[in-house]
């Protein structure tokens, strides 16, 4: 994501601004996924503030995407008897939702794994950060949180029980597993949510520059705030109390592991919301999966 923003020469009060929300979501969805959105014109923090708090609906997207791969594969075995192996639909999901971020997530992850492990001063820690090559560290950190996405996706999906997916000929609709399609939509929404608590307000960014100075700091606490509601509200919906619990859990972990990176990198980077994005959602995606 920081390859495709930097600041631009326009001030922050420049009249080419477009609407907020508008502008928010198209650059949103310009910086964060390969989808063709043209985004803001200015680069500045207004915008950074405007794309951040769209960021969930990114998530969102993802899941939607995610459920539909689910559904289809319920219809085909229901209706049709074409039986898919949920091992390869739930490594389709994570991979569809990786490339269509460009890999971006996992290099973020990457780069931060290496930089915490190399237990270095900030300004060397920040070096590490902006190199282009992945350490061991940063292998084992992509390798971890992508297994951990596949395990607990098909987790989710093979707790639609056995009897959901065994009467050939017929569409059971009150028998469809809402809960399931719920969770995978949750999954990348939580997870973003939780990158946008990196951007609220009381943290800093640790360059002046690059995508970090756009967004860090930007978000006010109660536009995270009221996407956290969302979120409990629906993850109640999906799995009762206790997925409630687990939403609210694995974001409110985001701040002791955002005060982390941030001692450790004298302030946040872009890189920081990467990796966050891809620890919160393997965490999620493993407790949704333990009561599924």
Known sequence: M??????????????????????????????????????????????????????????????????????LTWLLQVNFGHTLDLWVVAFGIVSLGEFSTRLMHIDGLSDVADALGSYAPPPKARGILADTNAGPMGVAAIVFS?????????????????????????????????????????????????????CTEGYRPANPTGFGALVIGTVPKLGAAAWVTAAAIAAFVGGGILWTLMTLAVIALTIPWALHCSRRFDGLAGDCLGATIEIATAATVVLFSLTA
Do not use: Y
């Open 2 to 71: 920081s390859g495709k923003a930097g600041f631009s020469s326009e001030q922050p009060d420049n009249p080419t601004h477009g609407h907020a929300i508008p502008e928010g979501i198209s650059t949103a969805f310009s910086w964060l996924t390969v989808l063709p959105f043209r985004g803001s014109r200015v680069f500045d923090r207004t915008t950074g503030r405007r794309a951040m708090l769209a960021m969930p609906l990114v998530g969102l997207f993802h899941g939607l995407v995610a459920g539909c791969v689910f559904t």
């Open 146 to 198: 992508v297994a951990a996405q596949i395990i607990g996706v098909h987790a989710i999906m093979q707790g639609a029980g056995s009897t959901t997916l065994s009467d050939v000929g017929h569409f059971p609709a009150s028998d469809f597993p809402v809960s399931t399609v719920i969770g995978l939509i949750l999954v990348p929404t939580v997870a973003r949510i939780s990158a946008l608590i990196l």
